[in-house]
């Protein structure tokens, strides 16, 4: 089955800095990378998502980059607001033709920290 | 998107003594999940909640300690057996897919589930 190895788990960063996550993937088949962001208490959310036909996708100050040679995708926060404070989960699946999903795998987390 | 209650929010339970789930969307949904989040872990899917048919249960999980029930495309229940402190953890349901057209996945708010 697919397995997602996802780094750092701890990120610290300064407000206004940039930060960078990234996970690695292992079935080839996968073709479909969600990230979620899960604060303290609350519900994981869908912040950007990235299909394999895609090689970056940008909404506002988040990026989603996928090689699909090397099977890794990263997730970068520019310009980090202390309220970016949260976990990060990336995932991996395959959807089939009709969209749906087969099931998601996640990563393990990272917890990111944005300092004032 | 989809709008997706679930209940109880939490609750304490004596061990042995077993715990139903429900997820209730508002909209009529093609997949519906269950994963289970220890704290300060990730989320690891129990199974996948199939319409009409019995659910599809994922390695290290099986149906007799967490039943699944899923009626319609709208609703689902998980069931928390013979409960051990083991047992405690955050459920989450999660659905994805419908009429409307989305394909990423929802989660409902979570149970936060304390065995005693």
Redesign the interface.
Known sequence: GENVEQHPSTLSVQEGDSAVIKCTYSDSASNYF?WYKQELG?????II?IRSNVGEKKDQRIAVTLNKTAKHFSLHITETQPEDSAVY?CAASR?NS????Y???????TLLTVNP | SAVISQKPSRDICQRGTSLTIQCQVDSQV??M?WYRQQPG?????IA?ANQGSEATY?SGFVIDKFPISRPNLTFSTLTVSNMSPEDSSIY?C?V??GPT?F????????TRLTVV
Not at chain 1, 98 to 101: A, E, I, R, T, Y
Not at chain 1, 103 to 109: I, V
Not at chain 2, 103 to 110: K, L, N, P, R, S
């Open positions: 969600p609350k519900r994981p959310q869908l998502d989960f959807k009709g969209g749906s999903n099931k998601l795998t996640f990563g393990k987390g | 093609t997949m999940f872990q990730s989320l690891t899917l996948t994922e989450l999660s994805e897919g057209g394909t990423e996945a929802f989660f409902g708010q979570g």
